[in-house]
Nanobody
Framework: VQLQASGGGLVQVGGSLRLSCAASGLRFSLYTMGWFRQAPGKEREFVAVISRSGFKTYANFVEGRFTISRDNAKNTVYLQMNSLKPEDTAIYYC??????????????WGQGTQVTVSS
């Protein structure tokens, strides 16, 4: 199984980024897909998750700014991030698991993509 995250970068406060995570080696449509992030000196934390059927849930800090989506035909999950804040600076990871969950016990992880929000 491989999860390849991309789309990170440097953006100013209030800007937007769209992260992508391309999956291979698994039956993508049967997996829950999650996004997590880890800032320097902090633990990895949940950001958003989308179930096999498309049910979505978000961390409280998202506050309507982020949208998770999936394209099963492309084996890809996305995270659209708007109104970015400096505190959103972190490495963002995608993850896959057969079960719907918000904790970090996912079976498969991508390598992460850096998001830096400058003030």
């Amino acid at each position: 199984v491989q999860l390849q995250a991309s789309g990170g970068g440097l953006v100013q406060v209030g800007g937007s980024l769209r992260l992508s995570c391309a999956a291979s080696g698994l039956r993508f449509s049967l997996y829950t897909m999650g996004w997590f992030r880890q800032a320097p000196g902090k633990e990895r934390e949940f950001v958003a998750v989308i179930s096999r059927s498309g049910f979505k849930t978000y961390a409280n800090f998202v506050e309507g700014r982020f949208t998770i989506s999936r394209d099963n035909a492309k084996n890809t999950v996305y995270l659209q991030m708007n109104s970015l804040k400096p505190e959103d600076t972190a490495i963002y990871y995608c993850a896959a698991d057969p079960e719907f969950k918000r904790d970090t016990s996912y079976s498969h992880w991508g390598q992460g993509t850096q998001v830096t929000v400058s003030s």
